[in-house]
């Protein structure tokens, strides 16, 4: 049973096109192997006690400890929570017709302790740059995807804008101005957050907005200068 699976019950034809693609991109290696082995495992035991519905993400955070030490468990593991985070999105398109909740950067909560947020930024750095130095397809092309994004939920016209912006995502932003493309969006739902991203980005790139499940949030639209340290 693969990752799909879990969520589908049934076979995924554009899953596993993307799953052979994707292995193309990696080196073989019994760690990495490994490693798959130990993030389908942990989202199928988690699956039956989890509501993929309010903690996507959650599924996770027993299975990458410790973390990746090769450039090829590294990139089965982005691979995996790739692959992991379109199932949580196709399952919420399915219950709730529409994806307004979708954060790779979940993955972050895995090195959080007493100093938080620090901690999270210096993770969160150690993961873009190891993803720099293996994602031959780089790192905004490899995470954010659209085409794997669409082509995976089955409609073009479905694209990766409603994102939710964490703190994780605005340090990256700062420290790699590049990551993400001129006009790409990010959904604010957290009051916090939306305070915080009122601090670091230009007015001209907010905009309130209603999400289609009918929940406010601010549209955060990625500016083309880098955004004030």
Do not use: W
Request: hydrophobic fraction near 45%.
């Amino acid at each position: 049973m693969g990752m799909f699976d879990v969520f589908t019950k049934a076979p995924c034809p554009e899953c596993e096109r993307l799953r052979a693609e994707l292995k193309k991109l990696q080196n073989p290696s019994p760690a990495a192997d490994m490693l798959s082995r130990s993030i389908n495992g942990t989202i199928m035991t988690n699956t039956a006690a989890a509501d993929i519905r309010q903690q996507p993400g959650a599924f996770l955070l027993t299975s990458l400890h410790p973390r990746p030490e090769t450039d090829a468990d590294f990139k089965t593991l982005i691979q995996g929570l790739q692959t992991y985070y379109v199932a949580v999105a196709r399952a919420v398109s399915r219950a709730h017709g529409v994806v307004d909740r979708f954060d790779l950067f979940e993955v972050v909560n895995l090195f959080l302790g007493p100093d938080g947020p620090r901690d999270a930024f210096a993770a969160a750095r150690e993961i873009m740059e190891a993803a720099r130095s293996v994602c031959p397809l780089g790192v905004s092309q490899f995470l954010f995807a659209d085409s794997f994004f669409s082509s995976v939920m089955g409609d073009p016209a479905i694209r990766m804008d409603f994102l939710v912006l964490s703190p994780v995502l605005i340090e990256i932003r700062k420290a790699v101005p590049g990551l993400l493309s001129p006009g790409h969006n990010q959904i604010v739902l957290d009051a916090g957050l939306r305070e915080m991203a009122q601090e670091v980005f230009p007015p001209a790139n907010l905009a309130e907005m209603v999400l289609p499940s009918g929940r406010p949030a601010l549209r955060l639209t990625t500016p083309a200068s880098t955004p004030p340290a």
